[in-house]
């Protein structure tokens, strides 16, 4: 059995609902870096290299989530959790460079989409980027299966906790969180539950007839598309600006992302035509205490569905989008892959929704005492022809609002 100190087991652990889609995605698109994942946290101040480099070394001992294996018998898929209690983490040195933010910015965009298959091991990639005596990056690359945008927020907390404490010459606190196999355990109870079936009539009723796709083809094996690699177009939103949206947020009486949910609504109205529409809004989906504390991945994208029209009022739709959201999250645990199984053949083996929007709340302070961090997603995996991610660097920063889009699609 897995335990909470992070040591290995042999058993055999089935894939949950939210890592059987990702994996299901790669098997059909072979070699494309399409489920990688990852993070530029920037470290200001003087670093410790030695302890940092010993603090990611025991959260990786530490976190069984991180350290698992997919592997096949015939045509089942298990996971297992396999000892790396020497993991280290890579090291490059920039500061010499005649721009080292320029010559580290290559480096990455070069490294970041180098595909992290879902049968190596690890299922991860960190490395420490110098580019001064007082600026480090720490460069996080992941294959989604391992971790959500919670999880690597988690991870740069539990990080900075144990570099204090060996800096301190403390021993660290226990991690909490939960394990592998307790994960697993919950979600198998999920899926013989009452609960399953309850879920599948509510989706059952709200997709008997569907929305039309907004991408009319599929053209993800072609040549034509770019799947996999997104292009990629990034706004800024002035605290200014994100200060009325959150102002009309409570005056709604709901939260800033289902505002924005709102206003990605009426943008694909008005570029598509189309009045009934569906979109994937990705929930953290973290159901007990401990999964809130855990490094993993639990991000469930929730199918949306909602009626615009050109002569409905922005707070009649803001009403409408807030109640489409309350009435289906009580069912955000249903298995995606069922879901496409259910409509395939109406959307010709596609899912119910080719946009995702994911909002990405600002991460608490980090822990680290004397360094301050400005952490940026660089990928949030890639399965969608349109993908909409609204996050906050840190609380001091302007809101980035990011547009990843296949460019041979659209």
């Known amino acids: 059995m897995i335990t909470q100190t992070g040591r290995s087991s042999s058993e055999r652990l089935p894939l949950t609902t939210t890592q059987t889609p990702l994996w299901l995605e790669q098997l059909y698109l072979p070699g494309k870096p399409i489920a990688n994942t990852g993070l530029s946290a ?10 940092f480099v010993e603090a990611v070394r025991l959260v990786v001992n530490e976190t069984d989530t991180l350290r698992i294996r997919l592997s096949m018998d015939g045509a089942a898929v298990y996971q ?3 000892d ?4 280290l983490i890579g090291q490059i040195d920039f500061s010499q460079a005649s721009d080292p933010v320029a010559a580290a910015d290559a480096w990455i965009e070069k490294h970041l989409w180098e595909t992290i298959a879902w049968d190596s091991f690890p299922l991860f990639q960190y490395t420490l ?3 001064g005596t007082r600026r480090h990056v720490w460069l996080q690359k992941s294959n989604h299966l391992v971790i959500d945008g919670m999880g690597r927020q988690l991870l740069v907390r539990r990080t900075s906790e144990i570099y204090e404490a060996l800096r301190k010459g403390r021993q660290p606190s226990a991690p909490g969180g939960a394990t592998a196999a307790q994960i697993v355990a919950v979600n198998e109870q999920y899926l013989s539950s009452d609960a399953r079936e309850q879920d599948l009539g509510y989706f059952r009723k709200t997709f008997e007839h569907l929305p039309a796709p907004l991408i009319q083809h599929d053209f993800r094996h072609s040549e034509k598309a770019n799947t996999g690699r997104p292009t990629r177009i990034i706004k800024q939103i002035s605290a200014q600006e994100f200060g009325l949206l959150k102002s009309l ?3 709604a009486g709901c939260s800033v992302s289902r505002i924005l949910l709102t206003l990605v609504f009426i943008s694909l109205h ?3 035509r189309l009045d009934d529409i569906a979109v994937g809004f990705a929930l953290h989906n973290r159901t007990t205490p ?3 504390k855990t490094i993993a991945l639990f991000t469930q994208n929730l199918p949306i569905r909602l009626s615009v029209s050109a002569d409905t009022s922005f707070s009649t739709l803001i009403g409408r989008a807030n109640a489409a959201i309350e009435q289906a999250r009580p069912h955000s645990r249903f298995p995606l892959t069922e879901l496409s199984n259910l409509f395939k053949s109406a959307r010709q083996g596609r899912g119910l929704y080719d946009v995702l929007f994911n909002y990405i709340p600002p991460a608490s302070e980090s822990g680290f005492e004397n360094i301050s961090i400005d952490a940026v997603s660089l990928s949030h995996a890639f399965f969608l022809p349109l993908t909409i991610t609204c996050s906050h660097p840190n609380p001091q920063s302007p ?5 990843d889009y296949d460019r041979g699609l659209i």
Do not use: N
């Open 84 to 87: 790396l209690p020497d993991y």
């Open 270 to 272: 008005r570029l598509y």
């Open 290 to 292: 401990a999964f809130k």
């Open 249 to 251: 947020a409570e005056s």
């Open 129 to 131: 980027i110098k580019l």
């Open 42 to 51: 920037t470290l200001h101040g003087h670093l410790d290299v030695p302890t």
């Open 80 to 82: 297992t959790v396999v």
């Open 399 to 403: 809101v980035r609002l990011t547009v």
